[in-house]
């Protein structure tokens, strides 16, 4: 309910179609009081606009005029602080301004792995001074620039979904049997339901009224070493019953992590007796291996500093 977000604070959202299917997820930033950012994987412009019909509101596509930079990581807050950017008293999703040479930049307290981190937003002709101003941090703070491999192993340790990839998005799954409503991948309990209507909100509470959800999104502690993503989740090693949509040896937790999707009741009332079924690529050949799964709890990296105000100079 973002009648319940003050300025100057961020919330982690979905939302969805009639059908009450996941179209994305994201973060939306409450920068003034009738002042909002929404930033997501995919494009959602016309759909956007489609539903500001009959409200008194303005929408304005960002993506090319701001840059934004995930800075995140133990030493993260004593980066900014020595580049002169205090933010130790910004608590997990707070946003402020900061002055910055040739006008400001916007820090969220907000990041896509599980770690102590923020993100920062300048107008598109401050990213190089941005950039610059942290650079000069790098050598004393052990700074790097990583790739995708490396958030994509951060996000599955702290547990988080990544739309078209863990789920699909309503308008661009072919199959109807594809989409997700919020309940089916984790997110139900972001849904307001004493909230006024809002898009999907009718099929949502049959759903879960009538017991018609499908699927589960879980975690999975798998046996061995070998990444299970792709893999075909089974019930006794004969039924299959779901498919990993992302799977890693994390180096933090020293576990084979991975996240699934389940067809109901798997994941739910029966958690027993899982195995997934991974194909290793090895010297030219693959090897099958039917590897045993247990649901556990997500995240599977839990760090103290992620949370922790001030965050202190790890």
């Known amino acids: 309910d973002v009648r319940k977000q003050r300025p100057g604070r961020v919330v982690y959202t979905a939302w969805c179609n009639d059908q009450g299917h996941v179209l994305d997820d994201g973060t939306l930033f409450r920068l003034g009081a009738n002042d909002f950012r929404l930033c997501c994987q995919e494009r959602h412009l016309a759909w956007l606009q489609d539903s500001a019909v009959g409200f008194k509101v303005s929408i304005v596509k960002e993506t090319d005029t701001v840059a934004g930079l995930a800075l995140q990581g133990p030493v993260s807050a004593a980066l900014l602080k020595d580049a002169g950017l205090d933010v130790d008293a910004l608590r997990p999703f707070d946003l402020a301004e900061f002055a910055l040479k040739g006008g400001a930049v916007t820090i969220s307290r907000t990041g896509f792995t599980g770690d102590l ?7 598109r ?6 950039w610059d101003l942290l650079w000069q941090q ?23 979904i990544t739309a078209n990839a863990d789920f ?10 594809r989409t997700r409503q919020p309940d089916e991948i984790g997110l139900g309990w972001m849904v307001a339901s004493d909230k006024p209507y809002f898009t999907g909100k009718r099929a949502i509470e049959t759903a879960r009224t009538k017991g018609t959800l499908g699927h589960v999104l879980v975690g999975l502690e798998v046996d061995g070493n070998e990444p299970a993503e792709g893999a075909i989740v089974y019930h006794r090693q004969k039924r299959e019953v779901g498919i990993v949509s992302a799977g890693v040896w994390s180096p933090t937790a020293k576990r ?12 739910t009332t029966e958690t027993d007796d899982l195995w997934v079924e991974i194909y290793a690529l090895r010297e030219g050949l693959y090897h099958k291996m039917m590897k045993r799964a247990r649901v556990v709890e997500r995240p599977f990296v839990r760090l ?3 949370t922790q105000t001030p965050p202190g100079r790890n």
């Open 117 to 123: 981190g923020y993100e920062l937003w300048v107008p």
């Open 125 to 130: 002709d401050l990213a190089n001074t941005l």
């Open 138 to 160: 790098a050598e004393s703070h052990r700074m790097r620039a990583i790739g995708y491999a490396a958030l994509n192993q951060a996000r599955v340790e702290a547990g988080f």
């Open 168 to 177: 699909v998005t309503a308008d661009l799954a072919l199959r109807e049997d």
């Open 256 to 267: 084979n992590i991975a996240i699934a999707s389940l067809v109901r009741p798997f994941g």
């Open 304 to 306: 103290a500093r992620r």
